[in-house]
C-alpha cells in the first residue's frame, strides 16, 4: 500500500500541444480517486505515467515516498485494469492470474494458492481452464480484475474499466469495486468520463479538462461548489443549468435578471456578490432546485415555457425556455406525477440557497459563504 | 434475360480455363510417355515412369532435399530477424517513415542487380556451390518482404497486451516473446510460408550460387532440357513435384490468415 504524489507532472508529444500539463496531485494511502473528464483531457495519459507506460516529460511521480520517474512498470508495484481488459489470448484464465507472479518468480505452491484465493473471491473459479474467448465481457472483466489484486499490489489503476459492461453489469460492479476497496484498502485511481461512476465510487473526484486538474474534491463537495462552469456543466445529469445574467442592486437586495426572471439573491450571499453589481455573471441553478409547488416561503415565483417532458418514473425532467432567453433547455427535476402541456406556460419555484455565480470573463466560481 | 444470366458464366469459365487449363495439361503430361507427350490427344497413354526416372536417375531427389534445406533454413534464420525488425517498425516507428521506404525499396531492386556483388561476396568467402550459403542469401533477400508482412501484423496487437504484461511484470523484452509473439503466431505462420514459397521458387540465385550437387529444384528442373533436347515428360513431373509442396502450403496458409487469435482479448 501506498500513497501517490504527482508534482508539476506533464507530458508533451513531440509536435504536438501538451496532454497533460503541470498536474500536482496527492492520492493519499488506501485513497478511492477518481480522475473524471471528458475523452481527450489527459486522464488516462496521467494514469499511464503513473504506471510507467508513458514517460513523464516534466515533473516528479512519488509512490510510496519513493520517486519513480525512471523506475520500470515491472518495479512500480502497481496493477493496471485496461478498459480492453487486455487479457493474454493465448493463455487460459488461470495462466493470465499467475502470469503476474511467474513474472516476478513466485513459488509456484504460492501462485496456485493466491490463483484460487482471488478467483473464489471473483466467482471466476470455474472458468480457470477457459480462454478468454470463451468469456462474456462480464467475465472477462472480473478476470482482468482478478490479475490486478492477486499480485496485492501497492496501488490499483482502473482506466475506463466499466464502460464496455451494458448498463446493469456495470451498477453490479459498480458496487463490487466499493465494496472490494473497503475490504482491501488499498490505494484506487479509477479513470473514468461516466459522472455516476465518479459520485458513487470515489472518495474524491479530480476533474481534468484538456490536460490540467480543474477540481479536487469530495464527490458532493464538487458536486455542490463547482470551481468553474465546466465542472458545473459535466458533473451531473441533467448539469447544473447555466444562464447569462446580470446582477442588480436595489437597496439593499441584489437581483438576478436574465430576460423575464428576475430572483432575489439570498441575502447570506449578498456581501460575497456585491462587487459583481451591474456587471454580467453566468447564473447557475441545479435542475433540482426548481419545484413545481412553493414548499418554502422563499422559493421564487418563475415562468416557464415547457418545452419538454422526459418522464424517466422516478422523476420527470422538465426542459424549459423563459421568455427573453436564448437557450430553450433550461431543466428541472420534478416529482414524478408531474404533467404538463408542451409549449404551455407553467409557473415553478426557484430555490436559491445553493445558487452559484460565475464570471462570465473567467468562467470560475465567484466564491461565497457555504449554504 | 437468360442471356444476362449465362454471358458472365460463359467469360468466367473461360477465364478459369485461361487459367487452370496449362497447370492441368502439366499434370496430364507428366503421366505419359515421352514420345507421346506432345500429341493433343488428352491421355494416350498412362505411365508412372517419368515420375520413377526423376527419383531413381540424375540429380533430382538431391535438388528436393537441397531446396528444402534452403528454404526451411532460409525461414528459420530469417524470420525472427523479420520478427524483431519488424515489431521495431511497429511499435517505435524507429527511422520513422523513410526506413519503412527503404525496406519496401529493397524490393523493387531487380535481383541481376545485386547476384554479381553477392557472387563474389560468397566466393571471398567459400560459400559458392553451398546450399548454406544459399540459405543465407535467401534469408537475406526476404528479410525485408518478410518484416515488412510482420510489422503488418504486429501493428495490430493491441498495445494494452504488452502494457498489461509490463505493468505484470515483464521486460519488454518478455512481453515481446511471451506475448506479441504468441499472439501474432497466424501472422508468424503466413509469414514463414510466403518465405518458404518465395525461396522454394527462386531461380536466378541458386543457378549463380550453385554447382551440380547442391542445386535446387529450379534449377535441376532447368538442366533437364539437355543436348539431348527437352524432356518434357520428366520436366512435367518435376514440375508437379515442385508444386505439391506449395499447395500443401497454400492451404495451411488459408487457415491461418483466416484465423484471428487475437478475438478475445479486447473486448
Known amino acids: ?17 501538451a496532454a497533460v500539463e503541470d498536474v500536482n496531485l496527492h492520492i493519499r494511502d488506501g485513497e478511492f480517486m477518481i480522475f473524471l473528464g471528458p475523452s481527450g483531457c489527459g486522464k488516462s495519459t496521467t494514469l499511464r505515467m503513473i504506471a510507467g507506460l508513458e514517460n513523464i516529460s516534466s515533473g516528479e511521480l512519488f509512490i510510496g515516498g519513493k520517486r519513480m520517474n525512471d523506475v520500470a512498470p515491472r518495479d512500480r508495484n502497481i496493477a493496471v485494469v485496461f478498459q480492453s481488459y487486455a487479457l493474454y489470448p493465448h493463455m487460459t484464465v488461470a495462466e493470465n492470474l499467475a502470469f503476474g507472479l511467474k513474472m516476478h518468480k513466485r513459488p509456484q505452491s504460492e501462485i496456485e494458492e493466491r490463483v484460487k484465493r482471488v478467483s473464489a473471491m471473483l466467482g471466476i473459479g470455474q472458468f480457470l481452464e477457459r480462454k478468454p474467448a470463451a468469456l462474456s465481457g462480464g467475465q472477462r472483466q472480473r478476470v482482468a480484475l482478478g490479475r490486478a489484486l492477486v499480485r496485492d499490489p501497492a496501488a490499483f489503476l482502473l482506466d475506463e474499466p466499466l464502460s464496455n459492461l451494458d448498463a446493469q453489469l456495470r451498477a453490479d460492479m459498480r458496487l463490487e469495486l466499493v465494496k472490494l476497496h473497503r475490504q482491501l484498502g488499498s490505494t484506487i485511481i479509477h479513470v473514468t468520463h461516466d459522472q455516476v461512476e465518479a459520485m458513487t465510487m470515489g472518495e474524491r473526484i479530480c476533474i481534468m479538462k484538456d490536460g490540467r486538474v480543474v477540481q479536487v474534491g469530495a464527490p458532493l463537495d464538487v458536486y455542490r461548489n463547482p470551481a468553474n462552469t465546466f465542472v458545473a456543466g459535466f458533473l451531473a445529469s441533467p448539469p447544473m443549468n447555466l444562464i447569462e445574467a446580470r446582477l442588480t442592486g436595489e ?6 435578471e436574465a430576460g423575464a426572471m428576475r430572483l432575489q439573491v439570498p441575502a447570506a450571499y449578498r456581501e460575497a456578490y456585491r462587487a459583481y453589481v451591474d456587471k454580467p455573471v453566468i447564473f447557475g441553478i441545479r435542475a433540482e432546485d426548481i419545484h413545481a409547488h412553493q414548499a418554502q416561503p422563499d422559493w421564487q415565483a418563475l415562468d416557464a415555457d415547457v418545452v419538454a417532458l422526459e418522464t424517466l418514473g422516478a422523476e420527470v425532467v422538465l426542459v424549459m425556455g423563459i421568455s427573453g432567453i436564448a437557450r430553450a433547455d433550461i431543466a428541472a427535476r420534478l416529482g414524478r406525477d408531474y404533467r404538463a402541456q408542451i409549449g404551455s406556460r407553467q409557473q415553478l419555484y426557484a430555490d436559491l440557497a445553493e445558487m452559484q455565480l460565475f464570471d462570465p470573463q473567467t468562467t470560475n466560481a465567484i466564491p461565497r459563504p457555504q449554504p | 434475360m437468360r442471356l444476362k444470366t449465362i454471358a458472365p458464366h460463359i467469360i468466367l469459365v473461360l477465364f478459369a480455363c485461361y487459367i487452370a487449363l496449362p497447370p492441368l495439361w502439366v499434370l496430364r503430361t507428366s503421366f505419359v510417355p515421352d514420345s507421346v507427350a506432345y500429341q493433343p490427344a488428352l491421355m494416350p497413354e498412362f505411365t508412372w515412369q517419368n515420375y520413377v526416372k ?3 536417375e540424375g540429380t533430382f531427389a538431391r ?3 537441397n531446396s528444402f534445406i534452403a528454404s526451411a533454413g532460409a ?11 519488424g515489431y521495431a517498425f511497429a511499435r517505435y516507428r524507429t527511422g520513422g517513415q ?5 525496406v519496401l525499396a529493397t524490393q523493387m531492386l531487380p535481383p541481376v542487380a545485386i547476384i554479381l556483388p553477392v557472387f563474389a561476396l560468397f566466393r571471398m568467402v567459400g560459400l559458392t556451390n553451398s546450399v548454406t550459403g544459399l540459405m543465407i542469401a535467401y534469408a537475406a533477400i526476404n528479410l525485408p518482404f518478410l518484416t515488412w508482412i510482420l510489422m503488418g501484423f504486429f501493428e495490430g496487437v493491441p498495445i494494452e497486451l504488452e502494457w498489461a504484461a509490463q505493468v505484470d511484470g515483464a521486460t519488454v523484452w518478455e512481453a515481446f516473446w511471451k506475448i506479441v509473439m504468441p499472439v501474432s503466431l497466424p501472422g508468424i505462420a503466413a509469414a514463414a510460408v510466403l518465405g518458404f514459397i518465395l525461396a ?6 541458386a543457378l549463380i550460387l550453385t554447382g551440380p550437387t547442391t542445386a535446387t529444384i529450379p534449377v535441376a528442373l532447368a538442366g533437364l532440357q539437355s543436348s539431348n533436347g527437352v524432356q518434357i515428360a520428366e520436366i512435367s513431373a518435376g514440375v508437379v513435384m515442385g508444386i505439391l509442396p506449395m499447395l500443401l502450403a497454400s492451404r495451411f496458409i488459408q487457415r491461418y490468415l483466416v484465423r484471428g487469435l487475437t478475438f478475445g482479448a479486447v473486448k
Open chain 1, 1 to 17: 500500500m501506498a500513497d501517490i504524489e504527482l508534482r508539476n507532472v506533464s507530458k508533451r508529444y513531440t509536435g504536438r500541444v
Open chain 1, 251 to 256: 437597496g439593499d437586495g441584489l437581483w438576478v
Open chain 2, 54 to 56: 526423376l527419383f531413381t
Open chain 2, 63 to 65: 535438388a528436393y532435399l
Open chain 2, 75 to 85: 525461414t528459420i534464420l530469417g524470420l525472427p530477424l523479420a520478427a524483431m525488425t
Open chain 2, 98 to 102: 523513410i526506413s519503412r521506404f527503404v
Open chain 2, 200 to 205: 522454394w521458387n527462386e531461380f536466378l540465385f
